[in-house]
């Protein structure tokens, strides 16, 4: 089973700063890995796909990069409403397996 | 636009059964992967399995935690996709949700919670 590993698991950020999310695999899985964004209480929302592709309608500042064993997650500009937990997802291998999460805050 | 919406769970005894469904609409159902999703109280994703279109042999894939004890199946006549589970255990409370996808999961249903417990 590939583990997905992301960091940090919580960060407390101000508006329009920029954040980075890691998600480093425990073997090379080319680009297959996901973004995903929880909001309390909601169900997960698709945000890239394949390490770096944006999925439609998703905000011009959210972007991904990276392939083999490390990722990450960029916001340039946070938002209030960015508010959330972060998921990345590999569908290399199964089982389909999720990262652990990254809880975002506002200050 | 896509929909997804579970229904089904419930509070069950450990050892009892239960089985989910999930309506799809708004995309063409027959040509989806649908997955279930499972997230417990305050922690992550859990990935349970997902069944291929028909056209991909509707092959289907579990989760080892839940393999033996669950089942999915679907009905492209009705839209929908179930999940059968049985030997229910504590550790299964969680909100299922189904999601369309055989790569990245593209669209989430809003979930059911199941809740087991005596």
């Known amino acids: 089973e590939i583990v997905l590993t992301q960091s940090p698991d919580f960060q407390s950020v101000t508006p329009r700063e920029k954040v980075t999310i890691t998600c480093r695999a425990s073997?090379?899985?080319?680009?297959?890995l996901h973004w995903y964004q929880q909001k309390l209480d909601q169900s997960p929302k698709l945000l890239i796909k394949?390490?770096?592709q944006p999925f439609s309608g998703v905000p011009s500042r959210f972007s991904g990069s990276g392939s083999g064993t490390d990722f990450t997650l960029t916001i340039n500009g946070l938002e209030a409403e960015d508010a959330a937990t972060y998921y990345c997802?590999?569908?290399?291998?199964?089982?389909?397996?999720f990262g652990q999460g990254t809880r975002l805050e506002i200050k | 636009e896509e929909q997804l919406v579970e229904s089904g769970g419930d509070l069950v005894k450990p050892g009892g059964s239960l089985s989910l469904s999930c309506v799809g609409s708004?995309?063409?159902?027959?040509?989806?992967?649908m997955n279930w999703v499972r997230q417990a109280p305050g922690k992550g994703l859990e990935w349970v399995g997902r069944?291929?279109?028909?056209?991909?042999?509707?092959?289907?894939d579990y989760a080892a935690p839940v393999k033996g004890r669950v089942s999915i199946s679907r009905d492209d006549s009705k839209n929908t996709v179930y999940l059968q589970m049985n030997s229910l255990k504590p550790e299964d409370t969680a909100v299922y949700y189904c999601?369309?996808?055989?790569?990245?999961?593209?669209?989430w249903g809003q979930g059911t919670l199941v809740a087991v417990s005596s």
């Open positions: 999601a369309t996808g055989g790569f990245y999961l593209d669209y």
């Open positions: 073997q090379s899985i080319g680009t297959d």
């Open positions: 997802h590999q569908s290399s291998s199964l089982p389909v397996t």
């Open positions: 708004g995309f063409i159902f027959s040509n989806a992967w």
């Open positions: 394949f390490a770096s």
């Open positions: 069944i291929k279109s028909k056209v991909n042999g509707e092959t289907i």
